[in-house]
């Protein structure tokens, strides 16, 4: 297959009019560049240009090829231009896969100021409701980069972002309204929303409770914390979630759990040294996990909650 260089060789020939002055702009000697040019005949079949007496002619056939050489060659020069802008991490695409609590609770600012600061970077965002699928989804080039709980396992870089804390949530009018935080214990027996198996939630809340040999009455299970929160605040049972998946702001009422019990939050990766992965963790840890109040679900700057 015909080298670049040796299209830019013939460019430069149609271009300059004499193999001298090619050479020239293309800072080569004179023999570098016929060898080139002679290189490029061969995987051709055919000349591109005359030896005359006096200099050379371009032929109707180097004329054909230095027409497409030109886009060829534009397009390099694009690539190029492309892979440095990337590399500078101020271009290129990057892919992120999150918790779906992680979206409005965590990502938004960071995803606004990528949008401002350096809009050629194009942001693909995905969402899911289970850490270990988003996992295979990183190991089989899904993704670049993962942000949410941590997984069963992973052999993937991975930077720990904060930690989160799980909370209980129930119906505004609950009994639980009267006291600060709720025991693992006091779920027994309360109607339970729960988790599809194939949330990690469901599983991490069966091994939680299981510590405390305290047994949970299901009475519906969801894939979503976010709905979790909203089904338990209309009434429906109490739940346990993590404080992102208050983002929303559901109208419900919030406790913290006795003892307070945490979650991390990671950024996983399988490129830690890529450059728009590497600035976007950073970015995530310049700015770190939003402070909740755990007794209204609300962030700092948010509007006042409701009275319940």
Not at 8 to 13: I, N, R, S, T, Y
Not at 228 to 233: C, I, K, T
Not at 253 to 274: G, K, N, Q, Y
Not at 283 to 303: F, H, I, M, Q, W
């Amino acid at each position: 297959m015909a080298t670049l260089r040796a299209l830019e060789c013939l460019v430069a020939l149609v271009d300059e009019g004499s193999v001298t002055k090619a050479a020239g702009v293309l800072h080569m000697s004179q023999p570098a560049l016929s060898h080139q040019i002679a290189a490029l005949e061969r995987e051709l079949g055919t000349p591109v240009v005359e030896r005359l007496t006096r200099g050379i002619r371009v032929t109707v056939a180097g004329r054909a090829v230095a027409e497409e050489a030109r886009v060829a060659l534009a397009a390099a020069s694009r690539a190029v231009q492309v892979g440095r802008r990337v590399g500078e991490g101020v271009g290129g695409r990057l892919r992120i896969a999150c918790a779906e609590t992680m979206t409005a609770w965590l990502l938004v600012p960071v995803l606004r100021r990528w949008r401002t600061h350096w809009p050629e970077v194009r942001l693909d965002l995905m969402e899911f409701t289970s850490a270990d699928r988003m996992i295979e989804y990183l190991m089989g080039d899904g993704t670049d980069l993962v942000v949410g709980p941590e997984p069963t396992a992973t052999s993937a870089h991975v930077d720990v972002l904060g930690r989160e804390e799980m909370v209980v949530v129930a119906s505004p009018g609950h009994p639980f309204a009267d006291r600060a935080s709720v025991a693992v214990e006091e779920l027994a027996g309360e109607p339970f929303v729960h988790y599809d198996p194939e949330n990690g939630m469901g599983v991490w809340i069966d091994q939680f409770v299981a510590t405390r040999q305290t047994d949970l009455t299901v009475v519906l299970r969801t894939r979503s914390p976010r709905t979790a929160a909203q089904l338990a605040g209309a009434g429906m049972g109490v739940t346990i979630v993590p404080v992102s998946a208050l983002a929303g702001r559901p109208s419900a009422l919030v406790r913290r759990l006795e003892p307070r019990v945490h979650r991390d939050i990671l950024a996983v990766t399988m490129v830690p040294s890529d450059a728009l992965v590497r600035r976007f963790i950073a970015d995530l840890r310049r700015r770190g996990l939003p402070k909740v109040n755990t007794a209204t679900g609300d962030r700092p700057g948010d509007r006042p909650a409701a009275k319940e």
